[in-house]
């Protein structure tokens, strides 16, 4: 894995530490294994489905190395929340009750090769950036789909410290998405070649939040035919460049106040291609999980690391991420 963009610095541990079970909690589990007090680089010794009770919490340091293996998380997803240099890649995940992947107050996340779809909530969404940091995110080579609301970058004006998102959007494809791909509220976005076949509208930009839209595919699959909108009814308007993209059936996507939008540019890892049909039919065979191989076989007798913290925090993941917004809003 190689992140591109915004993130392209995040550095995850390589201690490795395999996966046994697909059960929700115990030993050899995902759970245990994002409980280790020292970061671990996940692989999976099992492939199947995992049925989750409740969200996992993913702390700073974790990559979560799908390769090798098939390993679909159901019911739940993961939380990124307060963690720093976290990569998830190769993993499927459907039908959480919240977000697929929620990401808070957090930098440097990669989330690479995933397939993401039918969650209540978002698929992927970045809130709650931390008070005068940064929150570098790289969505890539994803496949985000058969959903109403793709990825929601910033809450705007409502959390006046989103304004520090820079995020990376790198050959995702959005599939019967019908909003939100992605919306950004504050902050940067740099969206590449990136398919989008939407409903109500492709991308969005509000709260002026500055969205870069290069050489992506816009396409509807309703009788809506709204690209990119920027007009949010009781906030402020985003900023949009579009540059080389293609629309079928639809206007050229919204361009406003698109000199504001360069600074968002970020190519770090990338060889962008033309949005043509050609590459467009390759995005569809890359994106989202791929059969592909570990660069080293799964041992399972590879040390597990130290023992799980004996003494937790005394607060639930939904107590921690309510406490997260309590201090935002008040």
Known sequence: MTPKGWASNCTPSTDVHVVTSLADSGPGTLREAC???????????????????NDIDVPSGTFIDGRGASVR???????????????????????????????????N???????VTDCYDGLIDATHCRSGDKMRVSVQHCYLGKHNKGCAFGLGLRDPNDEGIRATFFENYFNYVNQRSPRLELGWAHVVNCFMRYGLV????????????????????SGEETPVDNTYSGGSDGYVKASGCKTYSCDDPLQYKPEACERARNTIGMSIR???????TRLK??????????PEPVDPTWPAGPEPD?????????????ALEQAVFG
């Open 35 to 53: 409980g280790f007090t020292t970061p671990r680089r996940i692989v999976f010794g099992v492939s199947g489905d995992m049925h989750l009770d």
């Open 73 to 107: 998380l159901v019911s739940r997803g993961l939380v990124v929340a307060e963690a720093d240099h976290v990569a998830i890649s190769h993993l499927l995940i459907t039908n959480a009750s919240n977000d697929g992947i929620r990401i808070a107050k957090s930098d």
């Open 109 to 115: 996340v990669v989330v690479d090769h995933c397939t």
């Open 202 to 221: 492709g991308s969005q930009s509000y709260g002026q939040g500055r969205l870069y839209l290069e050489k992506c595919w816009f396409k509807p699959y």
């Open 274 to 280: 033309t949005a043509n049909d050609d590459n467009v």
């Open 285 to 294: 065979d890359i994106a989202g999980w791929q059969a592909t191989q570990l």
């Open 310 to 322: 004996p003494t937790p925090s005394p607060l639930t993941l939904e107590e921690r991420v309510a």
